[in-house]
Nanobody, 120 residues
Framework: QVQLVESGGGLVQPGGSLRLSCTAS????????MAWHRQAPGKQRELVAS???????RYTEDVKGRFTISADNAKRTVYLQMNNVKTEDTAVYYC??????????????WGQGTRVTVSS
């Protein structure tokens, strides 16, 4: 089995900062893609940022220049540094990991989500 443990969510004021973490463990052989998605109330889940095993990153337009995704491959952990947050960043943030399990089967696993609320 694979487990993803997310942390770092909470209440933050507009203009503030927050860092989310997600650590993968369990039956994993290799991770080649890690990402953060979010789902705001009444909206569909959307991709926020992703990072490949080679360090290639992508961001949705809304967060470019404010959010930074990074990863520690040895720790199987992905981070999302959120700076200058806005009220529209309020959402549940989900970690997603893709790769291969120790059995060689494809891995595509999601975390339970961590809530981020931006409010004064």
């Amino acid at each position: 089995q694979v487990q993803l443990v997310e942390s770092g969510g909470g209440l933050v004021q507009p203009g503030g900062s927050l860092r989310l973490s997600c650590t993968a463990s369990g039956n994993i052989d290799y991770i080649d893609y890690m990402a953060w998605h979010r789902q705001a109330p009444g909206k569909q889940r959307e991709l926020v940022a992703s990072i490949s095993d080679r360090g290639s990153t992508r961001y949705t337009e809304d967060v470019k220049g404010r959010f930074t995704i990074s990863a520690d491959n040895a720790k199987r952990t992905v981070y999302l540094q959120m700076n200058n947050v806005k009220t529209e960043d309020t959402a549940v943030y989900y970690c997603n990991v893709e790769g291969f399990t120790a059995r060689g089967t494809p891995l595509d696993h999601w975390g339970q989500g961590t809530r981020v609320t931006v409010s004064s």
